[in-house]
């Protein structure tokens, strides 16, 4: 089991490596449904408010996620591959409970981003917890469990693997697509005191699945 976990995290690092380079690309835009991964692995419920032209709401229900402190870099693969090994180590049993956890889907990413192209970014990685686990969820070093209330989330879906330079554009992207709308008022108003607006990459695939990959840009708002 030990060499298997090394193993994982070796191809886990190769892959990681190689989207910073670009050489796994196979971005495509899709329409904003349920991730189809869902079906297969435990994800957190929500209900879909509207489905508009690339853009759906919804409303998450009540839920626990693991989450990472924050974590400085200048890339997103990077910080996003810190955070995760530092989720995926918790879920193998590095938590004060030595529990091993279930993966669920999706890692989350939240950025606060930079206000200048070579200034460095936050990034807060964040975990899903089993609804088996949310009871009484096991605390680590680094790692807060934290509770959410029904969430609002506006999400625009998009394929393939997540280079640095595709987040900033289909942000802009679903940012778009929501311009003229209620939902747009209401991101604004629930960001007004942010410098630059702060929003979160959901990723749904392995790193080892390089086919059907989902992706999502979401901001969170209050109604």
Same mark, same amino acid.
């Given at each position: 089991m030990a060499f298997y976990n090394m193993f994982k995290v070796s191809m886990l690092l190769t892959l990681l490596s190689n989207l910073k380079s670009g050489t796994l690309t196979t971005k495509e835009t899709l329409s904003v449904g349920f991730p189809a991964q869902c079906s297969r692995i435990e994800c957190p419920t929500y209900d879909v408010v509207e489905s508009g032209d690339g853009y759906e709401i919804r409303v998450y229900n009540s839920s626990m996620w693991a989450t990472t402190d924050p974590i400085d870099d200048i890339s997103f693969v990077d910080g996003t591959r810190t955070g995760f090994l530092q989720l995926f180590n918790y879920i193998q049993g590095q938590n004060d409970y030595k /529990?091993?956890?279930?993966?669920?889907?999706?890692?989350?990413?939240?950025?606060? +981003?930079?206000?200048?192209?070579?200034?460095?970014? $936050?990034? !807060?990685?964040?975990?899903? !917890? +089993?609804? *088996? =686990? /949310?009871?009484n969820p096991p605390s680590a070093t680094g790692i807060t469990v934290q509770k959410?209330? +029904?969430?609002?989330? &506006?999400?625009? /879906?998009?394929?393939?693997?997540?280079?640095?330079?595709?987040?900033?554009?289909?942000?802009?992207?679903? $940012?778009? $697509?929501?311009s003229g709308?209620?939902?747009?008022?209401?991101?604004?108003? $629930?960001? &007004?005191?942010?410098? @630059? @607006? !702060?929003?979160?990459? &959901?990723?749904? #695939?392995? +790193?080892?699945?390089?086919? #059907?990959?989902? =992706?999502?840009?979401?901001? *969170?708002?209050?109604?």
């Open positions: /529990q091993q956890i279930e993966m669920t889907a999706p890692v989350l990413t939240e950025i606060v +981003p930079s206000d200048g192209p070579f200034c460095e970014s $936050s990034f !807060v990685v964040s975990f899903y !917890v +089993p609804k *088996k =686990n /949310q009871a959410w209330g +029904p969430t609002y989330v &506006a999400v625009r /879906q998009f394929g393939g693997f997540i280079k640095d330079s595709d987040v900033g554009v289909e942000a802009a992207a679903l $940012s778009t $697509s929501l709308t209620i939902w747009s008022d209401a991101i604004k108003k $629930s960001h &007004a005191g942010e410098i @630059t @607006t !702060v929003y979160t990459v &959901a990723q749904y #695939n392995s +790193p080892f699945e390089f086919d #059907n990959r989902v =992706n999502e840009i979401w901001f *969170k708002f209050d109604m």
